[in-house]
Each structure stands twice: as structure tokens, then as C-alpha cells.
T-cell receptor
């Protein structure tokens, strides 16, 4: 079963625009992670936010976490055609153990040049 | 390339044949995970190892699937008597501990004809 659920399922934007992707989950978490996957490749880690953090930045990425609503958002600013990929949120339910990350179904982002 | 390495990248096999995939992690003795990903879905957990010990197996891992990690280094995933439903991308990932993310290989894409 998949704990995280991303929204929307697909997103198409123009280069230069911002892309916002949302993730909701069901159970308590230790941290929440966002990954990116290019077609036919493995997943690449983008950013990790711990349960006691509310916002985190990394370059053009901004992640928020609202544990009361069990939701997270990933914002990509000033998008580029190279950002075209699938994006997944993943939840780690156990403190320090990372026994198994549970992934959502993903969001397909298309950035038009 | 010092990342997680998976071989082969692609495997086409006929139904009923056995296949074996290999994963070489970055470092020995880190936790090693196997995930399966079908088209349009996120990765689904199959199993993981801490050193050579297989600590958890998903119900997705039927008795036709077996995984090993001899000596706590590389790992193999074998599927016996393959079925068309086994067609998927099989991903290996390594975890280095603490609040660190998973490092994925590029996967092995299995097609069962």
C-alpha cells in the first residue's frame, strides 16, 4: 500500500513558472522526503524534512511540512525544461530506523520551453 | 561511477524462465533495499538487508522471489518461473543511516514475454 498521495497527478507549466506539488500521508512520520525520477532511471533524492521542521530550502526547491494536516508541498521556482520528470514524496515512519520508505504514486511534471 | 550499481539494466525473458539481478552498493554493510516499480506507480517495498541479514519481506515477495546478500556486500534478487505480471523496474537502494536519504541505483527493467 502507498502511504503518500501526491497531487496533482500531472502538471504542465511554461519554463520560468513555479511548480507546486502536494503530498498527503496517513500515519505519523519521522521525516518526509522528495525524490525525482527521470524516465527509465532510478530515483534521485531532492530534499528531506524532519517531522519537527516546517520549511526547508535547497536551491530552487522549497519544501513545507504540516504534521497537523499530514501534508507537505514541494515548490520548484523558476522552472526549467530540465526539471521535466516524475516527482515522488516518501515517508519514513520510524525514528532513526528508516526501516522502509513508503512512496506515493508520483507527479509527472512537464516544463515547456 | 561511485553510485549504487545494478546489473543488468534491461532483461527480457520468456515466461517460466528464472532471472537474477545484482546490486552493488556504494559501501558494504549499509542497509540495502529492493523496491519494485510498475508503470505509473511509485516504488513498492520488497525487502531489505542489514549486513547479510534479511530483516523484512513484503507480502509482494511471493515464494518465487528470493533475495540474498552474502557477506553483507552485493545483493542478488532472483525470480523463479517468471510471470508476465513480474514485468517491472526493480530498484536497489542503499541507506547510510540516521536522517539520510536512500541512494538508488538506475534499476533493472524486466520484461516477461
Amino acid at each position: 500500500s502507498q502511504q503518500g498521495e501526491e497531487d496533482p497527478q500531472a502538471l504542465s507549466i511554461q519554463e520560468g513558472e513555479n511548480a507546486t506539488m502536494n503530498c498527503s500521508y496517513k500515519t505519523s512520520i519521522n521525516n518526509l522526503q522528495w525524490y525525482r525520477q527521470n524516465s527509465g532511471r532510478g530515483l534521485v533524492h531532492l530534499i528531506l524534512i524532519r517531522s519537527n521542521e516546517r520549511e526547508k530550502h535547497s536551491g530552487r526547491l522549497r519544501v513545507t511540512l504540516d504534521t497537523s494536516k499530514k501534508s507537505s508541498s514541494l515548490l520548484i521556482t523558476a522552472s526549467r525544461a530540465a526539471d521535466t520528470a516524475s516527482y515522488f514524496c516518501a515517508t519514513d515512519p520510524y525514528t532513526g530506523a528508516n526501516s522502509k520508505l513508503t512512496f506515493g504514486k508520483g507527479i509527472t511534471l512537464s516544463v515547456r520551453p | 561511477d561511485t553510485g549504487v550499481s545494478q546489473n543488468p539494466r534491461h532483461k527480457i525473458t520468456k515466461r517460466g524462465q528464472n532471472v537474477t539481478f545484482r546490486c552493488d552498493p556504494i559501501s558494504e554493510h549499509n542497509r540495502l533495499y529492493w523496491y519494485r516499480q510498475t508503470l505509473g506507480q511509485g516504488p513498492e517495498f520488497l525487502t531489505y538487508f542489514q549486513n547479510e541479514a534479511q530483516l523484512e519481506k513484503s507480502r509482494l515477495l511471493s515464494d518465487r522471489f528470493s533475495a540474498e546478500r552474502p557477506k553483507g556486500s552485493f545483493s542478488t534478487l532472483e525470480i523463479q518461473r517468471t510471470e508476465q505480471g513480474d514485468s517491472a523496474m526493480y530498484l536497489c537502494a542503499e541507506w547510510q543511516g540516521g536522517h539520510s536519504p536512500l541512494h538508488f541505483g538506475n534499476g533493472t527493467r524486466l520484461t516477461v514475454t
